[in-house]
């Protein structure tokens, strides 16, 4: 056994993370880890990275009982981990940042050498990189690249994944699998964390299930379904991940025509009407979310029109969006889409502090029974309103979230991969909000990466590729479909250039 | 919870030591002293609460109270009376946080570098139109604002409850407040959610100029003049007296009961070494060394959370 872990446990403060951790990995095997958020994936394997230590238990590498002090440490024996959120240094080049802290002895770094070995390291790997690129350029796919090569740089024989291809693209998640299988190959042995179901078959070997802090379930790929793992990951049985109930479109809501903004968003047109879930679908970087803050106001657009609710906007900034009666519900929830430090309930209400005021004075009475009225509505697991939100799991923060949006009565709603980061259950509890927004009249267009996401729950699918609507197609079409209209020119069907050609 | 109460245990075991290890200290005339000289700082820092908040900060406070003060001052030397001349500082003092919150929102220019600045511009100001000589000329019933009483106890006691219980209703039941804690907590959120966050920003400037140039007058009447000198490190001191309560300078905490005990932490401490005969000089160290203790605490109360 390349790693053991034994009975791991870890407490903060008063809050156990780890019960019981327990996991075994052998050189050469791509071992997924799974489990809902909270389940102590992460907490498990930074234990593993040395940034935490446990409580208890016993770590074993290469036979050997362990203890790592710090990431140095485990860094050392071999272990290295690509962070969900890159822990990259933006302002410095890719080479910097592969062989940072190890430019050898003496205060001076030889920048051409570093520069050659960072290139070689590359075109090994077959990454699209340059070594003189800026990390803060770079998508996340190709941070992860930076670190996967700093991994293999430091000899590494342990890698942790830790959800790798929650923000990356269809092809990207592909590229990942490759590099994945190639390190495999060479007899590395790979940890990934995933939440993924659809993904896992073609990556994993073995599979270790951790519930509620301790592993309920280990055994190969092979031997366990999909139900079977959703059963071991909830603890209870998922019937299916989501059915919708259309109902008859009603009068457009959202109605966008020839859109325009420099550089990327060329002549878009799109309706969204009444009742109508649309799905939108395309390649990271096909337009999809500049589309939405377009929409929104946070970007200005430079041509064509926008129309809320019958009445055309300006969207010049967001606060003129709501008002108009738009919600957006971004993709990075951390950065704009949640006060992490601030009560649940202030959240609720920040994007409509007026139903709770008067003469700028705050009802807090009125305040929390709102809350409370949406924690009961969304089922949001919490212990009371004045919780801090940061505190919740991913999918109770989404589900706070769109609180904020529903307390606003929006009516066109934008949901930016409302899924990401968020586990089984959750998502298919976000799903049933936005079927019953649906039903009650609200108009939504869905983005999202996830294929079968988009099958399951959009009315139709809108597909972008490079800054333009490439074709639309009815809901529940082929992954083929899609991927077709994500990806080739729409009419003559050829390829487009060699950087989007990852896709097998 | 314990670490919570923390500089509150702190400022009761303080008061309690001094007052079993100096007779001087208990007494009405001392606390009166306390109470008088902490007022004009511990003013100041409850703009600098809402400030901290934002997840802002002002250097320029000490600078606005000079201005301020020398101007109400200038004022009364020229026959204005009472009442009119405290009009005129905090009219002078709203209107410096007003330029203040008007080149942070505009200008999008961070908040440590434009007050930083105005610290120089205004300091300047005041220097040059008073030629470095102090208004004089002031009436003597203006004493009263900082030596007065009513009801047996310290005028300017009164006026810091009722800036206190303002300042305390204004960030936990107004939407200024809450607007506040949101844009110090996730500038960006707050955009999106439609907060008109310049708006809010550039009041939230003005409210603290305002009570600065309150405290201006305040300090104005304790010196009987108006020093275009005066108020010469006031801005780190409030804002020593918001960390030690518990505001973070990476915004979204702070809170106006933690302020106040800051502030007294200070002022006790300062009381203390007089009447205990310690060095001067050491009193600073003293002073510096209780933020660092009281930041350290926090932090680490903070990290034993999980995240």
Redesign the interface.
Known sequence: MLLELKDIRKTFGGVTALRSGNLSVKPGEVHLLMGENGAGKSTLMKIVAGMYQPDGGEIRWNGQPVQFANPAQAASAGIAMVHQESLLFPHLTVAENIYLGRTGSGPFVSRRQMLDNARKLIEDQRFPLQADWLVSKLSPAGKQMVEICRAVSLGSSLLIFDEPTSSLSESETREVFRIVKNLRDRGMGVIYITHRLEELRTVGDHVTVLRDGATVHSSPLAELDTQGLIRHMVGREVAALYSRTPVPPGEPLLVIENLCRKPLLQNINLTVRAGEIVGMAGLVGAGRTELCRAIFGVDQRDSGSIAVCGQPVKASEPREAVQSGVALITEDRQKTGLATQLSIACNVTMANLDSISSYGTLDLKREKTMTSGYQEKLRIKMNAPTQLAGRLSGGNQQKVVISKWLATGAKVFLFDEPTRGIDVGAKVEVFQVMDELARNGAAILMVSSELPEIQQVADRIVVMRQGRISGELPGGASQEDIMRLAVFETESGRMPGEDEGTIQ | MLQRLLPFLTLITLFVSLSIATPNFLTHLNLSTVVRQTAVINIIALGMTLIIVTSGIDLSVGAILALSGFLGAKAMEAGYSIPMAILIGLTVGTTCGLINGFLITRLKINPFIVTLGMLGVIRGMTLTISNGLPASGVPEGFSFLATGTLLGLPLVLWILVVCAVAMHFVLE????G??A??IG??P?????????VSFHLTFVYAIAGLLTGLAAMIEASRLMTGQPTAGQGYELQAIAAVVIGGGSLRG??GTVLGTLIGAFIMGLLSNGSDLLGINPYLQQTLIGLAIIVAVTLDELRKR????
């Open positions: 039941y107004t939407k200024l809450r607007y804690f949101a907590s996730n960006d959120a707050a955009y999106y959610a439609g907060v008109p979204g905490e034993r959370l999980p995240k």
